[in-house]
Every structure is written in C-alpha cells, then in structure tokens.
Nanobody
Framework: QVQLVESGGGLVQPGGSLRLSCAAS????????MGWYRQAPGKQRELVAT???????VYADSVKGRFTISRDNAKNTVYLQMNSLKPEDTAVYSC??????????????WGQGTQVTVSS
C-alpha cells in the first residue's frame, strides 16, 4: 500500500555527519507528516524530528542545533541531516509517514530502519 525506503545510515566518527533519506511510494493520496524516530539498545523508541505539510518542525531536545529535517513534497521524501554526531546518537533510525491512501483514510507507516553508529 505505502512503502518506505530509508537510506544513508552507516558508521561515522564522533563529530561527523550523515544524511538520512526516506522515500515514500505506493498508493498515496496525500502525506500529512513525515518524521524520524530512533531506538537504541535497551532504550525506548523516541522522536527525533518531524515535519508536517506546512513545513512546521519538531525536534527532540537532544538533537536541536545539530539535526535538520527537511521535506521534498514532489519526491515524497524526507531527509535528516545529522551533524556533530555523538556516540549517544547511535541507534536504529526509522522513518515514519502519516499518509492518506484516499480522501478520508489515513494511517502511519514505518520503514524498516537504518543503523547509525557513531564510534571511534
């Protein structure tokens, strides 16, 4: 129905940068919001950043000033630019999309996740 494909994860040294991408495809009537969540081993999944159709954004306090979320509506793609990465940013990052599949039906969709590891 709606598929999400994430890319851009990997291994990076502290202070480095990564750019995550998430492209949505399938039966999409419209996208309300897109965002990124992360989950580290032994931790609960937490919101990293979200962006809605009006380009309003919400960031977790832990990433403010370091991460930037953006959205390309024409490509149904959301990006997360991650700068000044810290070891505590290590986690599986998952893309979330809230989308309508017709004029009245919406649902949250999740990507399979991409691993981000920040280590020397």
């Amino acid at each position: 129905q709606v598929q999400l494909v994430e890319s851009g994860g990997g291994l990076v040294q502290p202070g480095g940068s990564l750019r995550l991408s998430c492209a949505a495809s399938g039966t999409i009537f419209s996208i309300v919001a897109m965002g990124w969540y992360r989950q580290a081993p032994g931790k609960q999944r937490e919101l990293v950043a979200t962006i809605n159709s009006g380009h309003s954004v919400v960031y977790a306090d832990s990433v403010k000033g370091r991460f930037t979320i953006s959205r390309d509506n024409a490509k149904n793609t959301v990006y997360l630019q991650m700068n000044s990465l810290k070891p505590e940013d290590t986690a599986v990052y998952s893309c979330n999309v809230r989308a309508y599949t017709d004029y009245r039906t919406w649902q949250d969709y999740w990507g399979q996740g991409t691993q981000v590891t920040v280590s020397s």
